[in-house]
């Protein structure tokens, strides 16, 4: 997703943009986004580490429904932030187009 994301913004853009460069306002919007899915994709990783721990150790019925709804609502937010992060991507496009 990432990759096709910074691809297109190249391609219609300005191509620098898969080097670090291009216009200083989808820079910043496309760092924030990278920080945003980072965190997502962290979350992730701890659920997967916090999941096997409590695995080895007999969780309860309990915690193995609350981590399991946890990781459902991890889930729900990472397709909305990718979903976001799509319609942004087309905004940036057009406001670029727009200015250009």
């Known amino acids: 997703m990432w990759a096709e994301l910074s691809e297109k913004l190249s391609d219609l853009v300005d191509a620098s943009i898969k080097y670090g460069g291009g216009p200083t306002d989808v ?4 760092l924030n986004s990278s920080l945003a899915l980072g965190a997502a994709e962290q979350s992730e990783r701890l ?3 916090a999941s096997r721990i409590m695995e080895e150790e007999r969780e ?10 946890a990781q459902e609502q991890l889930t729900d937010l990472k397709a909305a932030l990718v979903a976001a ?8 496009i057009s406001d670029t187009k727009d200015r250009t």
């Open 27 to 30: 820079k910043d919007r496309l």
């Open 47 to 49: 659920f997967a580490e």
């Open 60 to 69: 309860t019925e309990e915690t193995r429904r609350q981590v399991e709804a």
């Open 85 to 92: 992060l799509k319609a942004a991507a087309d905004t940036w």
